[in-house]
C-alpha cells in the first residue's frame, strides 16, 4: 500500500477473489469522513494515473474546509 505523505490518501494493489487485479484507492478528510475507489483492468488508465500523482504530491489531499471561504 501506498500513502500520501499527509497519510489521507491511500492506493492498493491486490486480486480479487476471482483472481482479477485491482487498484484500491482511497482519502479521508479531518472529520473522518472517507470515500472510495476500485479501479479494474477495464477502467481507463488516466483516472489511476491522476491519482497516483496527486497520491506522490507533497500538498494535502483533501483541503481543509475554510480553505474556500
Not at 14 to 26: I, Q
Not at 49 to 59: I, K, R, T, V
Request: proline share 9%; aromatic share 10%; glycine share 8%.
Amino acid at each position: 500500500m501506498t500513502t500520501s505523505p499527509d497519510r489521507t490518501a491511500w492506493i492498493q494493489y491486490h486480486h480479487g477473489l476471482d483472481g482479477e487485479a485491482m487498484w484500491c484507492t482511497g482519502a479521508k478528510d479531518n472529520q473522518g469522513n472517507v470515500w472510495t475507489a476500485n479501479y479494474s483492468p477495464k477502467t481507463p488508465i488516466h483516472p489511476a494515473q491522476g491519482f497516483s500523482a496527486e497520491l506522490a504530491s507533497p500538498n494535502p489531499v483533501i483541503a481543509r474546509a475554510d480553505a474556500f471561504r
